[in-house]
């Protein structure tokens, strides 16, 4: 079956886009007044707002398959494709990839996902950028399941051999830090894992990191505190490689994160890019070193990659490595979304933890697909998205994990 037509609509995305270069280098920064000049291309202010593409292929049946271009918050660093403007994408759409998307047979989604993934001999044998091949490969894999008539989540596992799960991934509920009522929602839901509460900026964390030890430990109390009878959530914090900026030796750093680990008892913690270092090979070999470090004192405190580690490749590298605990699988970075697939399925296959993740920035739609991917591959966890509202994330991944689980296995009895 081929489409019978394609649109593009420019859209709105769930938070905005920041220049990471520009906020870690000014310790002045005031995101309400904007007081610093951009440094990373493509941004015109250090903030902006966040824009998507809906990518809308139209069945002969009447039936539309949605995918929504969108990329994290801080694009452009750490080796990411360049910041994401949307209308600069729509002449290359309309005039090179709607006749590609026309001549797909749209009744397999893998095949594909990958031509659509690869070099463009109409690009001089460049690729889409990874924002518009992640909204494609949505839609394809929409418009693939609409043809079989049957989840997004029961195409994947066909066509990857994957067994099903039958209940929701955990989900990281990805909270402002300095939003407590936030965070006692997500306490009182029960929610398995919180608070993400970035901390971008060395200052951020405080004098000998003594903010960022304060912080953990009042989430922690007030899991004890506020949680219900057996709750007992892990706790992740992300801290864009501030840990590593404060403490440049490996051994005040693996003794720092020692005292993040008893400020979060009696709560398993993760902390996400302790480091973040100038190129990918070294960011491999100082997390690879930190972890055995971490190892040898009996230390439990687990280490997530996110920044360098953004292709489909990084991560076979970062796992081959046994550089970290768990890898964050920023979805719209990997471009399309076969590539995530793959990912979750080599961590699973090296012993290494994954999240599923993605970012605040990208839209309902490709959170939906996110958790069909989830149910498919069964992945550590998730990342809340979009916006970082945590409740509407929640919501949204929560619930299309229970309504495809419920369709999924429906049809498996009524086959039985």
């Known amino acids: 079956m081929y489409p019978s037509d394609i649109q593009f609509v420019v859209c709105l995305s769930g938070y905005f886009v920041k220049d990471l270069q520009a906020v870690r280098q000014s310790p002045t920064y005031d995101p309400l007044i904007d007081n610093i000049p951009p440094q990373t291309p493509g941004f015109k202010s250090v903030v902006q707002a966040g824009h998507a593409i809906s990518i809308l292929i139209h069945l002969p049946d009447g039936a539309v398959a949605v995918g929504d271009c969108a990329d994290v918050i801080f694009s452009g660093a750490a080796s990411r494709d360049p910041l994401f403007i949307a209308e600069e994408h729509l002449p290359i759409l309309e005039s090179i990839v709607k006749p590609r998307l026309l001549g797909c047979d749209v009744t397999g989604f893998r095949q594909n996902a990958v031509k659509i993934d690869g070099p463009w001999p109409e690009l001089k044998c460049t690729k889409l950028h990874s924002a518009v091949r992640y909204g494609i490969t949505q839609a394809l894999l929409a418009a693939t399941a609409l043809v079989h008539r049957c989840t997004m989540a029961e195409i994947i596992s066909r066509e990857w051999g994957t067994t099903l799960s039958r209940h929701p991934i955990d989900i990281l509920a990805s909270c402002h830090r300095n939003d407590y009522l936030q965070l006692d929602r997500m306490i009182m839901k029960r929610v398995p894992m919180l608070p993400h509460?970035?901390?971008?900026?060395?200052?951020?964390?405080?004098?000998?990191?003594?903010?960022?030890?304060?912080?953990?430990?009042?989430?922690?109390?007030?899991?004890?505190?506020?949680?219900?009878?057996?709750?007992?959530?892990?706790?992740?914090?992300?801290?864009?490689?501030?840990?590593?900026?404060?403490?440049?030796?490996?051994?005040?750093?693996?003794?720092?994160?020692?005292?993040?680990?008893?400020?979060?008892?009696?709560?398993?913690?993760?902390?996400?890019?302790?480091?973040?270092?100038?190129?990918?090979?070294?960011?491999?070999?100082?997390?690879?070193?930190?972890?055995?470090?971490?190892?040898?004192?009996?230390?439990?405190?687990?280490?997530?990659?996110?920044?360098?580690?953004?292709?489909?490749?990084?991560?076979?590298?970062?796992?081959?490595?046994?550089?970290?605990?768990?890898?964050?699988?920023?979805?719209?970075?990997?471009?399309?979304?076969?590539?995530?697939?793959?990912?979750?399925?080599?961590?699973?296959?090296?012993?290494?933890?994954?999240?599923?993740?993605?970012?605040?920035?990208?839209?309902?739609?490709?959170?939906?697909?996110?958790?069909?991917?989830?149910?498919?591959?069964?992945?550590?966890?998730?990342?809340?998205?979009?916006?970082?509202?945590?409740?509407?994330?929640?919501?949204?991944?929560t619930n299309e994990m229970l309504r495809a689980s419920a369709l999924a296995w429906r049809t498996r009895t009524n086959k039985l």
């Open 197 to 397: 509460a970035s901390f971008v900026h060395v200052h951020d964390i405080g004098p000998n990191g003594s903010t960022l030890l304060d912080y953990i430990r009042t989430v922690s109390e007030r899991v004890q505190n506020r949680g219900t009878t057996g709750y007992h959530p892990r706790l992740h914090f992300d801290v864009y490689g501030t840990i590593g900026d404060l403490f440049s030796d490996n051994e005040d750093l693996a003794s720092f994160l020692g005292r993040l680990e008893r400020s979060a008892q009696p709560y398993d913690l993760l902390i996400e890019s302790p480091i973040i270092a100038p190129t990918k090979h070294e960011q491999i070999r100082q997390l690879a070193s930190l972890r055995q470090l971490l190892r040898k004192r009996s230390l439990r405190v687990q280490i997530v990659a996110d920044e360098w580690c953004n292709t489909l490749e990084d991560m076979r590298e970062f796992a081959d490595a046994g550089a970290v605990d768990y890898v964050q699988i920023k979805m719209p970075d990997l471009g399309g979304i076969h590539n995530s697939i793959d990912a979750v399925l080599y961590c699973q296959e090296k012993g290494i933890g994954c999240c599923l993740g993605g970012s605040a920035n990208e839209t309902d739609i490709s959170a939906r697909v996110t958790a069909h991917v989830a149910l498919a591959t069964k992945p550590g966890f998730l990342l809340s998205k979009p916006g970082i509202g945590a409740d509407e994330g929640v919501m949204i991944l």
